[in-house]
T-cell receptor, first 113, second 111 residues
Framework: GNSVTQMEGPVTLSEEAFLTINCTYT??????LFWYVQYPGEGLQLLLK?????DKGSNKGFEATYRKETTSFHLEKGSVQVSDSAVYFC????????????FGKGTSLLVTP | DAGITQSPRYKITETGRQVTLMCHQT?????MFWYRQDLGHGLRLIYY???????DKGEVPDGYVVSRSKTENFPLTLESATRSQTSVYFC??????????FGEGSRLTVL
């Protein structure tokens, strides 16, 4: 079935550092890809998405490009802020279960001042 | 307010008791989902529903029961709670363009 693998955390960065969180996927067909963010004590929120190869999703300074040739969807941000501290989940849609999303295990990010 | 509401937000129960977690959405989305979130496992799909009276199993359905008599409600029942069901449970619905919207979660502790 469709699945994603993302880098293990936790990731600790200083404010204004460059962020990359790796995500690779295994899928049949051409699923949509997503990054969700979870702040402490809250549910998950959509950060960005891409629906086809070479699409770039972007939001709040975060970007990710759907790379079919490397089956990847790495999350990047040029300059992180303390407020970006959260858990980030890579996900892809699974048409076999009502287009539910299959999530990676999450990567915890801590940004220090 | 529009969105997904889960209740209760926090619940402590004992092994063997029945527990029902409620989920209500205001958008009339067709598809709804229940996930559980556990450290080291991320989110795992328990059950999903394509419409009223249509439900199907996800990755980890054992020990859970769902129903969907109305489009807007999707309760999850643990018929006889076990300690391994201690978790944070998230209800979600999906929009027509494929965006998944989550409730705030229900934290369940089984003693």
């Amino acid at each position: 079935g469709n699945s994603v693998t993302q880098m293990e955390g936790p990731v600790t960065l200083s404010e204004e550092a460059f962020l990359t969180i790796n995500c690779t996927y295994t899928a049949t067909g051409y699923p949509s890809l997503f990054w969700y963010v979870q702040y402490p004590g809250e549910g998950l929120q959509l950060l960005l998405k891409a629906t086809k190869a070479d699409d770039k999703g972007s939001n709040k300074g975060f970007e990710a490009t759907y790379r079919k040739e490397t089956t990847s969807f790495h999350l990047e941000k040029g300059s992180v802020q303390v407020s970006d501290s959260a858990v980030y989940f890579c996900a892809l849609s699974d048409p076999n279960s009502g287009y539910a999303l299959n999530f990676g295990k999450g990567t915890s990010l801590l940004v220090t001042p | 307010d529009a969105g997904i509401t889960q209740s209760p937000r926090y619940k402590i129960t004992e092994t063997g008791r029945q527990v029902t977690l409620m989920c209500h959405q205001t958008w009339s989305h067709s598809y709804m989902f229940w996930y559980r979130q556990d450290l080291g496992h991320g989110l795992r799909l328990i059950y999903y529903s394509a419409a009223a009276d249509i439900t199907d199993k996800g990755e980890v359905p054992d020990g859970y029961v769902v129903s969907r008599s109305k489009t807007e409600n999707f309760p999850l029942t643990l018929e006889s709670a076990t300690r391994s069901q201690t978790s944070v449970y998230f209800c979600a619905s999906i929009s027509g363009i494929g965006e998944l919207f989550f409730g705030e979660g229900s934290r369940l502790t089984v003693l």
